[in-house]
């Protein structure tokens, strides 16, 4: 029969093992709580952009392209812990799944980010100018459109919430349309002057960066999708796909 003296080691190594877990739940909340307050200042960078360029508001203009330097620094500070994560604790399955996730969800909003910076200097590239009504219509849809799917994107990483893949994926069809739509009017512009050529040219580009904002939101859906479950949403259907050797 083991003596007290004798089961001592093994009870000190399960309690260490329980410290060690904690931790790194511990971090991983932390981590979380990072991406979500990255996720939020992208959010705002988005509409603060459109707000901008519609307004025509310089100041506004010039305060989202600041702003984008913390949304950088947040980044690599997910970037690190992530980095350190995986080298202290080597996670496996689902803890693994989670750190990789929100690695690449990290980097999705800070593409986000420096397009709603794009956005953000078109504002000054097309002062004193004003925009087109119908332009403008379109453009303040699109930017609805881009911060809302946005949110919705953080929202499912918040949550662990898969099911928003499909809907995200819906409301991108609506952005392509909206894209779709300002491409039609503006190269149904007749180019007065050289002026115009110009307007349409950046008006145009601003319309490419709102789509590819609201595709990262889908993407950040399908990782959050890949966290919780270990599968990829295959485009065009119903049916996920099994993720590697990941488990």
């Not at 620094?73 to 202290?88: G, I, K, P, Q, Y």
């Not at 910076?117 to 219509?137: E, F, S």
């Not at 994107?153 to 918040?158: C, G, T």
């Not at 909206?178 to 040219?201: G, I, N």
Request: proline share 4%.
């Amino acid at each position: 029969m083991a003596t007290p003296e004798q089961e001592e080691p093994a009870m000190t190594i399960t309690t260490g093992e329980e410290q060690m877990r904690k931790s790194f739940h511990e971090h991983l909340e932390e981590l979380r709580g990072t991406v979500i307050r990255l996720g939020a200042l992208t959010t705002e960078l988005v509409a603060a952009a459109t707000q901008s360029l519609l307004d025509g508001d310089l100041a506004l203009a010039e305060q989202a392209v600041r702003n984008d330097d913390v949304i950088d620094a947040l980044t690599h500070t997910v970037e690190d812990d992530c980095f350190a994560l995986l080298a202290r604790q080597q996670p496996m399955a689902t803890d693994l799944r989670t750190i990789l996730a929100t690695l690449r969800i990290a980097h999705e909003l800070e593409r986000s980010a420096d397009l709603s910076v794009n956005i953000a200097k078109a504002t000054r590239r097309l002062w004193p100018g004003q925009l087109d009504p119908k332009v403008r219509g379109i453009v303040d849809q699109m930017g609805r459109q881009a911060t809302n799917q946005t949110r919705l994107a953080l929202d499912a990483y918040a949550d662990a919430d898969p099911t928003w893949a499909r809907a995200l994926a819906d409301m991108d069809d609506a952005m392509d349309d909206l894209t779709k739509s300002l491409f039609r009017y503006v190269l149904s512009l007749a180019p007065a002057d050289e002026a115009t050529v110009q307007q349409a040219v950046q008006i145009a580009l601003v319309g490419r960066h709102y789509e590819r904002i609201a595709d990262h939101a889908v993407t950040i859906a399908e990782r959050v999708v890949f966290m919780a479950t270990g599968e990829y949403p295959v485009h065009g259907s119903d049916r996920p796909e099994v993720a590697g050797d990941i488990g």
